[in-house]
């Protein structure tokens, strides 16, 4: 069964839901968890801003959020019971996906657990997914929780896990 779990959280309520489960696979196996945020440094350059003030303002700004969702994460599987360690990374050229897909080869994870959108169509082809991507480049069984339409919609609804076999 699965003993190393790996997390990818942006604080997004789907990423949470992702943890969520994670947090009911892990009391039922007894598996260690390893939450995951990557900062993607070039996500918010617009062109307009000077390095200087990108790279010392805004990226720092950045890694802090992205502490903050790490100890959120972390704070929130010590309330179920569960001790998980985290990691914070940087990207500056790579995707998020292969910083996620690298440090379950890095970590030796045997399962990773994605909240994802579930985005149809357009939206996905426009918008991408870093969910995909590491479904399709992971070496290890990827566990899929989408939140669902209704839920995407607010309606808090639940939608059931979609186990996926990278």
Not at 38 to 66: C, W
Not at 135 to 147: C, D, Q, W, Y
Request: net charge negative.
């Amino acid at each position: 069964m699965y003993q190393r779990i790996l997390v990818p959280i942006d604080g997004s309520a789907t990423s949470l839901r992702g943890l969520d489960e994670a947090l009911r696979l892990s009391k039922l196996t007894g598996a260690k968890l390893r939450l995951v945020h990557v900062v993607d440094e070039l996500k918010y350059v617009t062109g307009f801003e000077t390095f200087a003030t990108y790279s010392g303002d805004v990226v720092p700004l950045m890694a802090e959020a992205g502490r903050k969702i790490l100890e959120q994460g972390r704070e929130r599987a010590q309330r179920a019971g569960i001790d998980a360690e985290s990691a914070l990374f940087t990207s500056v050229a790579g995707r998020v996906s292969e910083i996620v897909v690298d440090q379950a080869k890095v970590w030796n994870a045997d399962l990773i657990v994605i909240g994802t959108h579930g985005r149809h169509g357009v939206a996905r082809a426009f918008l991408g997914s870093d969910a995909e991507q590491v479904l399709r480049m992971a070496p290890i069984p990827v566990l899929l929780v989408n939140a669902g339409q209704r839920e995407a919609e607010g309606s808090g609804a639940a939608a059931e896990p979609a186990v996926v076999q990278a």
